[in-house]
């Protein structure tokens, strides 16, 4: 059998962060603020400090990674190419199947890619506390390991569904010193309305939004992090999918397509972009590439939602965005893909996907546990939920290529590890878990909702 896994030297981490806004064809659609302009600098350096805020509105190619995020990266970076031989033998396919594994990294997930730096540049920038929101826990768990990293205080809003079912992760937040809180919360506006009109509300990932940007907008010592949508946070992610490039160099090898799970849009972003740099580029070997981002049938922002400028949170804290969205206050089931669980997207996955250069994929709940743990059999490795998105997308596509007899390459990011998601693995075994596809008429009123723009 051949090497199934491709490593890089230390030495080989890559130095710039990838930037596909010199590479659209038509420039990003700008955040509004509430008067229906463009937002300033000074509006959004309420809650993010200016190096953050230069990299959001960068049309630059290549942004230098710093010297001191690097080290850091070196903890876990670089993070393994690793082929599924034993899962191609498994699904009698003539595709070759190869996966970026980023749960090596401290938080078990890809999320300390963006982390580190805005720790780095809120340190810098002389800020003395964080907040954010987490879903699933993968990004909380990861603002928390960075901000002890550079000696920041961080408070986590944690969606109430995510804090009840996933408490490793929570204690994995506290180990690192963060304050976590299930959200909606009893400490800021936001919260009291929502527990006010709903006592028993599971909360979203637009309403601990809303929870930590408040929090952050009403102190200057506080600062808010993201951990996926907003240019800066993709820009960082870019690093899975160039070393990932240098990887399939070393092999001679290249992807026919390239996957990633979408909620928010980071780890789809990280990978996939770096690729489409190769298309826009005329690079031969891109030509036919695809690259398919997947959702959950149960929040199906890309497939079912409507292409317009929306808030980013419940609560419209934030500027408006040009994203696909279900309506910022579509409040989705308690699926166990917490990441996911997400009503907008990236503007920037959400351009790629309008102009054509992305294929949206929405799978079911059930229908992505099954790949995850078919994988797991075959690889060792047991995905995270919202991982496993990705490996159905990809069995998908190897399963296709048996058909045809096609030698495929499929490539897709392996976002994060699911030993903390084993009570949704125990819900799937028991036969509890269920799917569930999103109505189109619930869309239809959510998306009444949106603001009114022009």
């Given at each position: 059998?051949?090497?199934?896994?491709i490593l890089?030297?230390?030495?080989?981490?890559?130095?710039?962060?990838?930037?596909?806004?010199?590479?659209?064809?038509?420039?990003?659609a700008?955040?509004?603020?509430?008067?229906?302009?463009?937002?300033?600098?000074?509006?959004?350096?309420?809650?993010?400090?200016?190096?953050?805020?230069?990299?959001?509105?960068?049309?630059?190619?290549?942004?230098?990674?710093?010297?001191?995020?690097?080290?850091?990266?070196?903890?876990?970076?670089?993070?393994?190419?690793?082929?599924?031989?034993?899962?191609?033998?498994?699904l009698?396919?003539?595709?070759?199947?190869?996966?970026?594994?980023?749960?090596?990294?401290?938080?078990?997930?890809?999320?300390?890619?963006?982390?580190?730096?805005?720790?780095?540049?809120?340190?810098?920038?002389?800020?003395?506390?964080?907040?954010?929101?987490?879903?699933?826990?993968?990004?909380?768990?990861?603002?928390?390991?960075?901000?002890?990293?550079?000696?920041?205080?961080?408070r986590?809003?944690?969606?109430?569904?995510?804090?009840?079912?996933?408490?490793?992760?929570?204690?994995?937040?506290?180990?690192?010193?963060?304050e976590?809180?299930?959200?909606?919360?009893?400490?800021?506006?936001?919260?009291?309305?929502?527990?006010?009109?709903?006592?028993?509300?599971?909360g979203?990932?637009?309403?601990?939004i809303?929870?930590?940007?408040?929090?952050?907008?009403?102190?200057?010592?506080?600062?808010?992090?993201?951990?996926?949508?907003?240019?800066h946070?993709?820009?960082?992610?870019?690093?899975?999918?160039?070393?990932?490039?240098?990887?399939?160099?070393?092999?001679?090898?290249?992807?026919?397509?390239?996957?990633?799970?979408?909620?928010?849009?980071?780890?789809?972003?990280?990978?996939?972009?770096?690729?489409?740099?190769?298309?826009?580029?005329?690079?031969?070997?891109?030509?036919?590439?695809?690259?398919?981002?997947?959702?959950?049938?149960?929040?199906?922002?890309?497939?079912?939602?409507?292409?317009?400028?929306?808030?980013?949170?419940?609560?419209?804290f934030?500027?408006?965005?040009?994203?696909?969205?279900?309506?910022?206050?579509?409040?989705p089931?308690?699926?166990?893909?917490g990441?996911?669980?997400?009503?907008?997207?990236?503007?920037?996955?959400?351009?790629?996907?309008?102009?054509?250069?992305?294929?949206?994929?929405?799978?079911?709940?059930?229908?992505?546990?099954?790949?995850?743990v078919?994988?797991?059999?075959?690889?060792?490795?047991?995905?995270?939920?919202?991982?496993?998105?990705?490996?159905?997308?990809?069995i998908?596509?190897?399963?296709?290529?048996?058909?045809?007899?096609e030698?495929?390459?499929?490539?897709?990011?392996?976002?994060?590890?699911?030993?903390?998601d084993?009570?949704?693995?125990?819900?799937?075994?028991s036969?509890?878990?269920?799917?569930?596809?999103?109505?189109?008429?619930?869309?239809?009123?959510?998306?009444?909702?949106?603001p009114?723009?022009?």
């Open positions: 059998m051949e090497n199934t896994r890089l030297e230390q030495n080989e981490i890559p130095t710039h962060w990838y930037n596909i806004v010199a590479d659209l064809k038509t420039p990003p700008p955040p509004l603020g509430p008067d229906g302009q463009p937002a300033t600098p000074e509006q959004m350096g309420v809650i993010f400090p200016g190096a953050i805020l230069e990299q959001e509105m960068s049309d630059q190619r290549w942004i230098p990674i710093p010297q001191e995020v690097r080290e850091i990266y070196r903890l876990w970076r670089p993070a393994p190419l690793v082929r599924a031989v034993r899962l191609e033998q498994a009698g396919t003539t595709a070759k199947i190869y996966y970026k594994y980023e749960g090596v990294s401290p938080a078990g997930s890809h999320k300390p890619n963006s982390a580190v730096p805005q720790a780095f540049y809120n340190k810098q920038a002389g800020i003395k506390r964080l907040t954010t929101e987490t879903g699933a826990g993968q990004w909380g768990s990861s603002i928390s390991f960075a901000g002890q990293m550079f000696g920041l205080p961080v986590v809003y944690m969606v109430k569904v995510s804090y009840d079912q996933k408490p490793y992760r929570r204690l994995m937040m506290q180990t690192w010193g963060a976590v809180f299930a959200s909606p919360s009893e400490l800021t506006q936001t919260g009291r309305a929502a527990l006010a009109e709903n006592p028993d509300n599971q979203s990932l637009g309403l601990a809303s929870e930590a940007v408040e929090e952050a907008a009403s102190r200057p010592d506080t600062n808010y992090t993201l951990g996926s949508v907003l240019n946070v993709l820009l960082h992610q870019t690093i899975v999918g160039l070393e990932a490039k240098k990887q399939f160099d070393k092999i001679g090898e290249y992807p026919d397509v390239v996957i990633g799970p979408c909620g928010g849009g980071s780890s789809f972003g990280g990978i996939a972009f770096p690729f489409l740099a190769d298309k826009a580029a005329g690079d031969k070997r891109a030509e036919n590439l695809r690259c398919l981002a997947v959702e959950p049938t149960s929040c199906p922002t890309l497939t079912k939602g409507a292409y317009a400028y929306d808030f980013g949170d419940a609560s419209g934030t500027p408006l965005m040009k994203m696909y969205t279900l309506g910022h206050d579509f409040m089931p308690g699926i166990h893909a990441g996911l669980r997400y009503h907008g997207a990236s503007p920037l996955v959400s351009q790629v996907v309008h102009e054509g250069l992305v294929e949206p994929v929405a799978v079911s709940q059930l229908a992505t546990f099954e790949a995850g078919q994988f797991a059999r075959a690889e060792g490795i047991i995905p995270a939920p919202e991982s496993c998105h990705a490996i159905r997308a990809a998908d596509e190897a399963l296709k290529a048996k058909v045809t007899g030698p495929k390459v499929i490539l897709f990011n392996l976002t994060g590890h699911g030993h903390f084993m009570s949704s693995y125990e819900r799937f075994f036969g509890k878990l269920e799917d569930y596809d999103y109505p189109a008429e619930a869309v239809a009123r959510s998306l009444e909702h949106l009114k723009v022009g």
